[in-house]
């Protein structure tokens, strides 16, 4: 027999006062600039009704991408074939793609390729594959630019045997003709450093791009006045929590209509005669109820208690969500790479400091934070303590669904890097575990001394009356300093740096990935919460973030990646109390062949995503103008 049964009493303390309310109370759909009302995309699925499980949440899956090419009819195109195999997330199986195109009798392009794993937002490799099918007046394009590549390139010469380069590796007139070429780039390389080292750089106290000021297009968590030095504990805004269960905002998981059901049985065990044979079975009484229970509630109760080791959190998050398997990157970072000082500090100290950040979210980010939608400009800024708030809160995997838009954002909760979805083999379960490492370290650096800056998240879009006409700019770029030697992040300070990203942002940071975005997001952990709420890229779109801090070395790429110890971030704030970094998220277009990245129409796409990334946005701005200064700001690597 079903009952509902209320576990627990919905209320959050407190009544929101009408002008605090009505502060907070609306995101724009679109601001005066730089939207693009014709791109709008359709809104994705409608939200599906809870389900009912037994003894265990709902499940909380994280969106999926299918992938897939889609086919588009033209004209044109004689041939088009498609062979897809594929399969659900989580199989093991490759994903293979095959397409042929004909677009003359002449040329045929094939695209034949396969990735490895899922097509989850989280892997490596996702991307949405689109082929192009160009117009009648473009093909002479691409058949000129294949007869310039066929002419162009000839056979590839044979490299040297491995006998051979043993030889010559002995030979004194080739180690003398080695040593004299890496001299020679040496001297480049410090020449080109000299011209490196007058790009204009960010300065301490200067006015940086987003401003910080509130407004329809701009959302602030805390209280600045015009008196505020950096440094300075910042108070969040508004005093109370307001509650925004709508899908124009980050559903909070202290929200009370945060609520799921639950489907609970309860045995009662009948008394049985002696005379009962050993395998005759107990006469039991099942009764089952569903249970009405709101998520916060459960979520305290599981933080509240005592956590001793890694098996403990897993014990902790399986109390109000769903995970699939056991946290085995977890337990081998906190195992197998940490010592055993470092294990029982992190355990002593800094849990428990998280876990007060997890349950102090209604006083610690008391603001409705908006999703920044696509072909929408906003800013959110936040202080350094709210944001390493909202961050204790995905390492514990409390966040919920944002309602139908869940298969537009990234994942946010960390339970499926802690896992072992994928059956990974050893090497690629240490480097999710060296991820850990980078975010443990994060989390105890903010334990021993939470810092007091400030972190503005911006999505700009370029609106296409605002788009360059390519074709009539006469001027030229501004100088452009390739550097053989060095990283973005360690000879780039002060300078504009470039996420070359994924357009679900982050990439695989929270799955199998460790090459240049993830690894920006684990030195970074900050940039980690653009994934909270920032809808993918669309084409004429990109992210700024200003103000985050870097907390860890790292040594290697990929599955070679390793947490090489802390590191101490000297740069300087601006007026608004945000580090001088800023850092531009833009995705490229996936080119499975080089013809295709030749075409005008991929070649523009790209440079406008440029353009829209290093442009700074000014309300009366009224041209572009390519010899700005903030073009010299650049990483040229």
Known sequence: MDELVPETQLSVGGAVDKSTQESVDRVPESPPFNTQADEEETEGNEVEEDSLTEFDVEAQLEPQTSGLMQEEQSPKVSEITYDDESHAAGSSKPHKRKSTKSISDDVVIDIDFEDAGTLGVSSMNETDIEIEEFPEEDNDILLCAAKNVQDNVGEEPEGPTEDEMLIESNN??????????????????????KEFDNFKKFKAGEKIFPDVRRSEYNTIAFDLNAAYQPGVPLEPHPLRFVPKWDHKFVPMPCCEQNVHLFKVRSTDAVSNNDTDGPNEPDNNLVETKIVRSWMWHRISKALSGQILCSQDIFSATKQYTRVTSEFNALNYCIDQIMTDGERTHFFSKVIPYMTRLVLGLPEIVTCPLPILRKNVNHNISLSQRQVACLLANAFFSTFPKRFQFEAELPSINFKDLFADNHGEDERRLIMK????RCLIHYFTRVAADSPQGVITYTRKNLRHCNMPDWKKIDKGLTKFVPLIRGTIEDDGAGLLKVDFANKFIGGGVLGRGAVQEEILFVIYPELMLTRLFTEKLNYSESVIITGCERFCKYSGYSLNFKFDGDYQDTTQYDSKGRRCTQIAAIDALYISRPLFQFHPKHIT????????????FYEDAESLNLEKKNIHRVSNF
Not at 433 to 436: D, F, L, M, N, T
């Open 172 to 193: 004194p007139a080739f180690v003398l003709e080695t040593l004299a070429l890496d001299a020679e780039l040496e001297e480049a390389e410090d020449a080109m450093r």
């Open 605 to 616: 796409r790209e440079v406008n995503k440029v353009v829209n990334a290093y442009k700074m």
């Open 433 to 436: 575990a060296q991820k850990i």
